[in-house]
């Protein structure tokens, strides 16, 4: 999720900072005198407005809700449902032995949703600035939850070879990785052909969560290769980006070092 949440560093700026401060904002229209205005103030800069050196207990309770606020919003709570979503899907998924169409089908509903909501919440949070630091690192947890809970119950119940859900695992496993090794030199763009990748392992796994027939089980054996290629075309993509990035932050670093020296 672009956009940035938190600013560190001595004297760093917070999402809930710029909410605050938004606040301020709104508190002064109504007048400088305004209580609402006052506690909010009192709360940022730490002490009591009236002069008595300390934060007033309505400010700070006005400071939590602003940092609640900042936490409980839409795109988040999007977030939490898919997470709570795998364990159900965990639970209809093998229910009744895992070959029962009846709760197959419930378990693609909650597969569905949980890729449904992996589209809109980064929207809502890109368009709204809502982007918070749990945000950051619970969405893509819980985009990789929902899809390797589903590819281990599809090969556990020989749905779908070992082997696809290793490369596809792997790959995910091993571009977070890789994102993380590079950060220092910048931040690897989420590309094209990722989220290609993206729709085609959703739509095939969701094929393969189904208890398809006949032309369709064929149909799904066609949309899982196509998500393998993908996955694999996208991962060599990014580790050669990876490699790019390095280089380039390694260049910049040394001319850097070179100039301060001369």
Known sequence: MPAADTVSGAGGVTGADAVSGAADGAASDVGSGSAAGDAVVGAEAGVDVEGEGKTPRGGKIAAAAVNQASVWNIANLLTMLRLVLVPGFVALMLADGGYDPAWRSLAWAAFAIAMITDLFDGHLARTYNLVTDFGKIADPIADKAIMGAALICLSALGDLPWWVTGVILGRELGVTLLRFLVIRYGVIPASRGGKLKTLTQGVAVGMYVLAL???????????????????????????????????????ARKAALEEKEA
Do not use: E, N, S
């Open 213 to 251: 027939t006949g032309w369709l089980a064929t149909l799904r054996w066609w949309v899982m290769a196509a998500a393998v290629v993908l996955t694999v075309v996208t991962g060599l993509d990014y580790v050669k980006q990876a490699i790019v990035l390095r280089r380039q932050g390694i260049a």
